[in-house]
């Protein structure tokens, strides 16, 4: 971790909180820091923002390039900016599994600026695992065991048109026509930002592991997949107007709570691209 001029207080369990600093107004040095930051934690929340679609625009394109996702339907007027929308009527939410967003991309995004809109009363909070910690705390037969493996990943099964969300009440999100090839990536990678090894399978978008069946890889990955979501690596962020999250995701996984029916929940995504992923 590097010397930083932001004020960073560590979330247990996974992320940090990045006080006294408004996201519209960062110096070049700070969005630096900010993209370190990001890249050792994993998450940064940032409370009391009031960026307008322009300035989350802004924002995230000083960090990274815009990666558009290619599911989500866009906020009007914003083509690069997906809407995650849940209304009072629909009982399905988006994100509602633990997952890392595009892992099924040759090069997943990097990571996601998310804006929190439209909050219900109560509930919808996300919660978020540091897949460092999962990493680094297996024990050491299982990390031999992972050790050079690769892992199949994919998407059709969730956003296909017979998909998981074309079975549902968002089936807006479920894409005739583009479907993606499965992809590959080791399942411990070297965080291209950081440098340190980490997890990298979800339980929503990995398959199998390369040369296995999904039945033989199923025992390995359930037993990583509950190591990795233990209470003492994950956080619940509970998002209040002017909440914003910024997450990583080579490092973190995270499950949006599907907790408040009745009630219309909107957050507006952008997508950070990213790179292929190297193994460790
Ligand atoms: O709505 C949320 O809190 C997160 C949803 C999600 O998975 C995402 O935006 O990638
Ligand atoms: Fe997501």
Not at 99 to 126: C, F
Not at 134 to 154: F, S
Request: glycine share 8%; hydrophobic share 40%; with cysteine.
């Amino acid at each position: 971790m590097i010397e930083t001029r932001l004020r960073i207080e560590p979330i247990q369990g996974c992320g940090a909180l990045v006080k006294d600093v408004d996201l519209a107004r960062l110096g070049d040095a700070e969005v630096g820091d900010l993209r370190q930051a990001l890249f050792d934690h994993g998450l940064l929340v940032f409370r009391e923002q009031s960026l307008t679609p322009e300035q989350h625009i802004a924002l995230a394109e000083r960090i990274a390039p815009i990666d558009v996702n290619r599911f989500f339907p866009a906020a009007p007027g914003y083509p690069v900016i997906a809407k995650v929308e849940k209304t009072a009527q629909q009982t399905t939410n988006i994100g509602g599994g633990w997952h890392t967003d595009h892992s099924y991309d040759a090069e997943p995004a990097m990571g996601s600026v998310l804006v929190a809109r439209d909050l219900p009363p109560a509930g919808g909070d996300t919660l978020f695992a540091d897949l460092y910690a999962a990493y680094d705390t297996l024990d050491a037969e299982t990390k031999a065991e992972i050790a050079g493996l690769r892992a199949v990943h994919g998407s059709d099964h969730v956003f296909g048109e017979k998909g998981a969300y074309a079975q549902t009440d968002q089936p807006e999100l479920a894409k005739g026509g583009v479907e993606t090839p499965e992809t590959v990536h080791p399942v411990v990678i070297t965080h291209p930002g950081s440098g340190k090894s980490v997890l990298y399978v979800n339980p929503s978008f990995t398959l199998r592991f390369e040369g296995r069946t999904r039945e033989e890889s199923l025992p390995l990955l359930m037993k990583l997949y509950a190591h990795a979501i233990d209470q003492s690596r994950v956080s619940t962020l509970v998002w209040a107007p002017g909440t914003v999250a910024i997450w990583d995701n080579r490092c973190t996984w995270h499950f949006a709570r599907n907790d408040y029916h009745g009630h219309y929940r909107l957050m507006h995504r952008i997508t950070l691209a990213g790179c292929a992923l190297e193994a460790a």
